[in-house]
C-alpha cells in the first residue's frame, strides 16, 4: 500500500491541505504580505451577491444538466437492452462524444452554436427562422451549455445504467408479464426499484463531476453574458488567476467541497436508508 499511499499524498492530501491552509491567509500571488486572517476569507465570500449568484448559477446547470442525462440515458439504455442486433455498434456510436476531449468539443460546440454565422444559426436563418442569441442571452446561455454538457456525458450513464440491466433477473420481467403487468409498470414496478441503488450512484458520480466542470463553461461562454453562466468553478479560477486572490480562491475551494460531499453524502444516506425499495 505504500506506493499508493504516497501517490495519494502527494496528488491529494497535499493539496488539500495546503488549500485549508491558504483559505485562511490574506496571500495574494506574486506579491504582497502573507497575513493570517482567519475566517475573513469565509465571511466575505459568504456575503458576496457574486457567490450566491454563482452557486445559484451551478445548481441551475448541474441539476438540469444531470436530470436530463439521467432520463435520456436510461431511456437509451432501456431501447438498447430491448434490441438483439446492432448494440455493440449503436453503443460505440453513443459513446464517441465522452470519448472526446472537453476542450475539443467544447470549441466544436461553439462553431455549432456561436452567433449568425455559426453552423446552427446559419441553417436556420436560410430555413427563415430567425434564431435566439445562444452564447450572448442568459436564458439561452444557460440552454446551451446544458445541453453541452448532455451531449459530452450523458453516454457514461447510458452505459452504467444497460450494464446494470443486463445484470437483471429476467425471470422477475417474466413474472410481471404472466401477471398482466403492461410496459409502464414493469418499469415502474420492477425495473426502477431494482435499479435504484445503480441509479443513485450514477446520479451521485455526475452531480459530484458536473459541479466542478470548468472546460465547457470557459470555451463557450466564459461566465458570460456578464456573470449569467459563471460558476462556482470559473469564480475560483478568476480569484486565483486572474485577480491572484489565492487565499480567497482556496476558500472558495473548500466552501466548493463541503457542498459536493454534502450532496454526495446525502445520496450516500439515501441510497444506504432505502436500499432496494420503489421510488
Known amino acids: 500500500m505504500i506506493p499508493s499511499l504516497v501517490v495519494m499524498s502527494v496528488v491529494l492530501l497535499y493539496p488539500l491541505g495546503s488549500a485549508i491552509y491558504f483559505s485562511f491567509l490574506r496571500y495574494y500571488l506574486g506579491g504582497g504580505e502573507t497575513q493570517f486572517i482567519g ?6 465570500l459568504l456575503g458576496d451577491p457574486r457567490f450566491w449568484g454563482d452557486l445559484l448559477n451551478t445548481v441551475i446547470i448541474v441539476g438540469c444538466s444531470v436530470a436530463l442525462q439521467l432520463v435520456m440515458g436510461l431511456a437509451l439504455a432501456l431501447a438498447l437492452y430491448t434490441l438483439t442486433r446492432g448494440v455493440r455498434l449503436i453503443s460505440l456510436l453513443n459513446f464517441l462524444p465522452n470519448v472526446v476531449t472537453p476542450v475539443v468539443g467544447a470549441i466544436f460546440l461553439k462553431w455549432l452554436f456561436i452567433g449568425r454565422f455559426g453552423l446552427l444559426d446559419s441553417t436556420l436563418i436560410s430555413m427563415d427562422f430567425f434564431p435566439p442569441d445562444w452564447l450572448g442571452d442568459p436564458f439561452w ?30 425471470q422477475l420481467l417474466e413474472a410481471a408479464q404472466i401477471d398482466g403487468a403492461n410496459g409502464w409498470q414493469r418499469l415502474r414496478y420492477v425495473i426502477l426499484p431494482m435499479m435504484k441503488p445503480l441509479i443513485l450512484f450514477v446520479v451521485a458520480i455526475r452531480a459530484m463531476d458536473a459541479f466542478r466542470f470548468f472546460d465547457l463553461v470557459y470555451v463557450l461562454t466564459n461566465g ?25 480562491a482556496s476558500a472558495l475551494g473548500v466552501i466548493t467541497l463541503l457542498i459536493v460531499a454534502s450532496i454526495i453524502g446525502a445520496l450516500i444516506w439515501s441510497m444506504s436508508r432505502r436500499g432496494r425499495e420503489a421510488f
Do not use: C, R
Not at 475566517?39 to 466575505?44: A, I, K, P, R
Open 39 to 44: 475566517l475573513t476569507n469565509y465571511t466575505e
Open 141 to 170: 446561455a444557460k440552454f446551451t451549455l446544458i445541453m453541452a454538457d448532455t451531449w459530452k456525458f450523458m453516454p457514461f450513464l447510458m452505459l452504467v445504467l444497460y450494464a446494470g440491466l443486463q445484470s437483471f433477473d429476467t
Open 224 to 248: 458570460g453574458p456578464g456573470t449569467a453562466t459563471e460558476t462556482i468553478t470559473l469564480y475560483t479560477y478568476q480569484l486565483g488567476f486572474h485577480q491572484l486572490e489565492v487565499g480567497k
